[in-house]
């Protein structure tokens, strides 16, 4: 296993358009989480899924935001009608619950959206 | 609200000294304390994770501490070396369930001058 894998990695676009971010977590991870990393700033966390389903999002993930985990593999994390404060590092994260809470988070590369 | 806290933000060093990183957090409550490192421009790597039973976990050089009472963490680094160059972030696990996301810091700039 590689580790966790996003694509792509850097994406510039223009204002009001739409872009999607593909996450793929460490195969047996059954936790994955959605994060954003500002310039200076720490990560926030924006969503996470247990499997498919989506458990927790942030006030952070307004109406333009859109997170999916359709078969509890991979997730899309959509962002409609971009804003320039959109401009971000978009962290995706895996991680293993047994039933006991959840271990070790993995990242990502991150994937860079700058719009213009 | 889980607030976490990391001094200083930047830190410039000669290669070989010993160095601590400091973190503290605002609630003890915590499931585990993770402790990452990041390049400029790439993703996240897992250096220490401590459950909230432990007190100290140990990787090469590296050594971190929790005292959850008190609301604090540090990492150690020994004999540093340029390739440490990074910025270093800690996160805990707000709560006693492990079901509450990562918070984090906004991290300690290292630069180990050769």
């Known amino acids: 296993d590689t580790g966790v894998s996003q694509d792509p990695r850097h994406k510039i676009t223009k204002r009001g358009q739409n872009v999607t971010f593909r996450c793929d977590p460490i195969s047996e991870h059954n936790r994955l989480y959605w994060y954003r990393q500002t310039l200076g700033q720490g990560p926030e966390f924006l969503t996470y899924f247990q499997n498919e389903a989506q458990l927790e999002k942030s006030r952070l993930l307004s109406d333009r935001f859109s997170a999916e985990r359709p078969k509890g593999s991979f997730s899309t994390l959509e962002i409609q009608r971009t804003e320039q404060g959109d401009s971000a590092m978009y962290l995706c994260a895996s991680s293993f619950d047994p039933g006991q809470g959840s271990g070790e988070l993995f990242f990502g590369e991150g994937s860079r959206l700058t719009v213009l | 609200k889980q607030e976490v806290t990391q001094i200083p933000a930047a830190l410039s060093v000669p290669e070989g000294e010993n160095l601590v990183l400091n973190c503290s957090f605002t609630?003890?409550?915590?499931?585990?304390l993770q402790w990452f490192r990041q390049d400029p421009g790439k993703g996240l790597t897992s250096l220490l994770l401590?459950?909230?039973?432990?007190r100290e976990q140990t990787s090469g050089r590296l050594n971190a501490s929790l005292d959850k009472s008190s609301g604090r963490s540090t990492l150690y680094i020994a004999a540093s070396q340029p390739g440490d160059s990074a910025t270093y972030l800690c996160?805990?696990?707000?709560?006693?369930?492990?079901?509450?996301?990562?918070?984090f810091g906004k991290g300690t700039r290292l630069s180990v001058i050769a």
């Open positions: 401590i459950q909230s039973s432990q």
């Open positions: 996160a805990v696990s707000p709560g006693n369930s492990g079901n509450t996301p990562l918070v």
């Open positions: 609630d003890s409550a915590i499931y585990n």
